[in-house]
């Protein structure tokens, strides 16, 4: 097993110039290439404020053509070995997508209006089936319009297997109560990491679960005391209203109150809980990632990812909503940060690959509001 | 001079050092390592991005679409880009300048003001084309979502009610199709819904005077049936939410509907059910004046409509109101802004009532006799559970 050592200081001024770094004991080394992010928020800004106005003058249609405006100036902006990476979809494309996957959404949406109460939760299972096949849709479209260097990164395979494989995974997640989650995140990673590539290298992953572990027993079992004491103090309150009598309304109400802000708080401690599982969840992804001699690696710690989400969910929420384009710019950022690609980028001498075809827009993830990332962040 | 570019084939990833040389209908790209040159002609080269300070101008060209073009001076662009005035410019071609925001915000602003004023008028057209059953299941909805208590069902009671509903009935021009249904509220309130349901709340009938005055506020909700107003109020608050939805990417539309707000409706529709319900009661043989005592009874009709958001509670906790002691004067006028919070009163409506009522004529038949009404008055000493009552209407709808 050969392991990456980047041992340099983090170069932040572009572009990087791969450097060699020193053996040390029997550690192979190779070169390690930063990836570098050259956005300006100003201008994530201006994208932003853009698509919401012409989205709002053209009812929402621009929003295809405007999401496309973003990805392309954020794919613009990110760099390796020199170049820039080149996002090549189109809004017509999306645009597309969506109108072909609208009588899914327009189907479920009656079906869950007018079916009598009793089918209802028979919509629930195409819903969970649907969300993975948004995401490797999503997925699929954006690779196969991402070119580096003039060549085609790209995912192949089938959605609707993909669908099934992570339906199962989650099938599984649940009976094991959640211990098989990061047996479950690897493999379905694992799954469109060995369908992905770029010209004609073939990405490959080996990752195990059992480094997710120990992270994923400590944080969900911490994830589970915060629940349960936000239940146990929303059930004390109301048990306190109950026994108040008289003036048992007041206390009542507040005691409501007090319950759905125990949960939210319980829902945000959770999620920055949970980080440590995400970072290590991330490294796992990159450690076993290859691409032809090209090897991954991420650096982003626990703390990195608390800091990351705690910062954009205090912006988002403090804002309402208008440092979203900060919050972007810190993901972006926290991807150039924390990737580092290994190998030598110019030996890797990448042939194109035949034009996947039929890989139309997203569609379904609108249906969702899913927003696949390509990436960390 | 030399001008350089980084060139990749798009066949294969290495990147090649070019030099430009421009001509007057092309440019040829010269390797550093004594590769072949490339020409592309300026009509054929397709501009992907334009130079900024940042990052690199971005060409391409017709016949090699994987092919780049890396411009990464400043230099470079300056000298190639008075070429490309034949070349396909595909670059992000909106201007993001603060100025243009500025235009946009002001032209979305406009359009989102004109939206919120027009939706809402041709939605509500919209309702004859809901099929009933659509209608019907949606009123269902709404009716679960605000009242949880049972319906009332004793026989007698019923008996009485259907025969105030049939002497009503006997005032209108044409006869109207409706489900009928008294709700254990304590709310004094009257509401009609999508699917021509009627509910009379108990509180209604505890506070009236007579069954003639009930029967003005029936004959009211029934002129809200006849002129489809639940479901066209409805599609008015729906139409400008999918707006709002559709704009902000959110599907959880019909959630909201199931609020009393979305049944509130507007002076004019008001107006035209109090018109409907005297001209019924007149021809019903029914004292109109009655109807107008309701409202005077109740007072002060400088009332302002109160928001139907702030009131919109639950059965249960409005139920929770004679758990705390008040005087009769606050309970009253609480009792009045249950009703017009979700009936808008103006000022003149109660006088615009009087001065159109008519008294009955000479001999005309009492609406229900004494024995009735009180029948009517005990209707909830038998009472059937809410879903219950509903699942039972599936099967016999009128």
């Known amino acids: 097993m050969t392991d990456l050592t980047l041992e340099q200081p983090p170069q932040p001024e572009q572009p990087p110039q791969p450097e060699t770094a020193p053996a040390t004991g029997g550690r192979v080394t190779v070169k390690a290439n930063r990836l570098g992010y050259s956005g300006q928020v100003g201008a994530v800004y201006r ?44 809004g017509k494309e999306l645009f597309t997508g969506f109108a072909k996957a609208s009588p899914v959404i327009i189907l479920l949406y009656v079906a869950a209006r007018f079916l009598p109460p009793l089918f209802v939760p028979v919509i629930y299972l195409p819903i969970i089936y649907l969300i993975p096949v948004a995401i490797f849709m999503s997925m699929r479209y954006r690779l196969n319009r991402v070119t580096w260097r003039g060549i085609r990164a790209r995912l192949t395979g089938s959605p609707f297997r993909f669908g099934g494989f992570a339906l199962w995974r989650m099938f599984l997640n649940v009976i094991s109560f959640g211990i098989l989650i990061p047996a479950s995140d690897i493999a379905t990673y694992g799954y469109m990491a060995n369908r992905a590539g770029i010209g004609n290298l073939r990405a490959s992953f080996d990752g195990k679960s059992s480094a997710l572990v120990a992270t994923h027993v400590i944080t969900l079992i911490i994830s589970v005391a915060i629940f349960a004491a936000a239940a146990g103090i929303s059930f004390a309150l109301t048990i306190a209203a109950a026994g108040a009598g008289a003036g048992g309304e007041a206390i009542a109400a507040a005691a409501s109150g007090t319950a759905v802000i125990a949960f939210l708080v319980a829902g945000v401690l959770v999620m920055l809980v949970r980080s440590f599982y995400q970072a290590a969840l991330m490294r796992e992804k990159m450690r076993g990632l290859t691409l032809g001699s090209i090897r991954f690696k991420c650096t982003a710690t626990g703390m990195d990812v608390l800091k990351l989400r705690l910062g954009n ?65 | 001079m030399a001008l350089q570019a980084r060139y990749f084939d798009g066949m294969r990833s290495r990147p090649y050092t070019v030099a430009l040389a421009v001509s007057e209908t092309s440019m040829r790209l010269t390797p550093d390592d004594g590769s072949a040159a490339v020409i592309w002609k300026f009509e054929d080269i397709v501009i992907l991005d334009k130079y900024d300070s940042d990052h690199p101008a971005r060409l391409s060209v017709r016949h090699t679409p994987d092919a780049r073009l890396m411009i990464e001076s400043a230099a470079a662009w300056k000298a190639v880009a008075p070429y490309l005035q034949t070349a396909h410019d595909h670059s992000p071609r909106l201007s993001g300048a603060w100025g243009t925001l500025v235009l946009y915000a002001v032209l979305a602003v406009m359009v989102v003001g004109l939206a919120v004023y027009y939706v809402p008028r041709y939605a509500a057209n919209l309702a004859s084309l809901v099929p009933d059953s659509a209608a019907r299941s949606l009123g269902e909805r709404v009716i679960a979502a605000n009242f949880d208590n049972p319906v009332c069902v004793d026989e007698k009671g019923s008996a009485a009610f259907a025969k105030m509903l049939s002497r009503i009935g006997t005032g209108l021009e044409k006869p109207l199709r409706y489900t009928p249904m008294v709700v254990k509220d304590e709310m004094t309130n009257a509401v009609a819904a999508p699917g021509d349901y009627v509910v009379v709340l108990k509180g209604l009938i505890d506070d009236v005077k007579s069954p003639e005055e009930m029967a003005g506020v029936v004959a009211h909700e029934l002129g809200h049936v006849h002129y489809n107003h639940p479901l066209r109020g409805m599609m008015r608050y729906l139409g400008f939410s999918f707006l709002v939805s559709m704009m902000v990417g959110d599907s959880t539309v019909l959630d909201a509907a199931g609020t009393l707000s979305a049944l509130s409706f507007g002076r004019e529709d008001e107006a035209a059910a109090d018109d409907f319900a005297i001209a019924a009661l007149t021809r019903a043989g029914l004292d109109g004046r009655r109807f107008a005592e309701f409202f005077e009874r109740h007072g002060g009709f400088s009332i302002e409509v109160k928001t139907p958001d702030a009131k919109n509670k ?52 009492p609406l229900l006799t004494p024995q009735e009404w009180q029948d009517l008055q005990k209707i909830c000493s038998k009472t059937q559970p809410m879903d219950a009552w509903l699942a039972a209407q599936e099967g016999q709808k009128p």
């Open chain 1, 47 to 90: 994208v932003w404020f853009l698509n919401i106005f012409l989205s709002m003058i053209t009812l929402g249609i621009y929003s295809f053509w405007g999401k496309t405006r973003m990805r392309r100036y954020l794919t613009g902006c990110f760099r390796l070995g020199g170049d820039t990476f080149e996002y090549t979809g189109t």
């Open chain 2, 314 to 365: 639950n059965a249960p906790e409005a139920g929770g109101h004679k758990d705390k002691p008040k005087n009769k004067d606050s309970a009253r006028a609480e009792k009045v802004m249950e009703y017009f919070s979700s009936h808008p009163a103006s000022s003149d409506r109660a006088a615009k009532i009087r001065a159109a009522a008519k008294p009955a004529p000479a001999g005309a038949a």
């Open chain 1, 313 to 377: 969910l205090l912006l988002l929420v403090f804002t309402l909503g208008l440092a979203m384009p900060v919050v972007i710019q810190r993901r972006m950022k926290f991807t150039a940060a924390h990737l580092i690609v290994g190998g030598d980028l110019d030996s890797a001498d990448l042939m194109q690959a035949a034009r996947e075809k039929g890989a139309v827009g997203e569609g379904l993830d609108d249906l969702f509001g899913i927003d696949t990332d390509i990436g960390l962040g």
